[in-house]
């Protein structure tokens, strides 16, 4: 890993920032706990967990000053990584086809370059493929 950069970013969904794509070691996204597990939403998975109705959990939410629509999210993906802002982007940094760092080599994806050729640039250019 020359610089440090991955060509197999060009494997990820270019419509979803870098940051919100990552995973760490343990296959886990780097945007912050799972939900289940954030300490500030883990009172209502557990008690989802000891079957109270959906209803309950969510008055209690609301109760307590939390967005309820936190249970709609997928309980095994952090908050972060779900959250969208008004234009419906996560707020994990930018497009990964608009990332200033790699735009280059997605607009030669989609001038229809060979995957190959699109690497072998990414290696030329420092980014290890």
């Known amino acids: 890993v020359k610089d440090g950069k991955?060509?197999?970013?060009?494997?990820l969904d270019h419509e979803k920032s870098l940051a919100s794509q990552r995973k760490n070691k343990s296959g886990v996204s780097n945007a912050g706990p799972?939900?289940?597990?954030?300490?500030?939403?883990?009172?209502?998975?557990?008690?989802?967990?000891?079957?109270l109705p959906l209803g309950a959990v969510m008055q209690a939410m609301v109760k307590d000053g939390k967005d309820a629509t936190i249970l709609e999210l997928d309980h095994e993906k952090s908050l972060a990584s779900q959250r969208k802002n008004k234009s419906g982007v996560s707020n994990?940094?930018?497009?990964?086809?608009?990332?200033s760092e790699y735009s280059k080599y997605f607009k030669m994806l989609k001038m229809k370059l060979p995957l190959g050729a699109v690497m072998q640039a990414m290696v030329k250019d420092g980014k290890d493929a």
């Open 6 to 11: 991955d060509a197999t970013i060009l494997e």
């Open 92 to 99: 994990a940094g930018p497009v990964l086809k608009n990332d």
């Open 34 to 51: 799972v939900l289940k597990n954030d300490s500030e939403y883990s009172k209502y998975f557990k008690m989802l967990k000891m079957k």
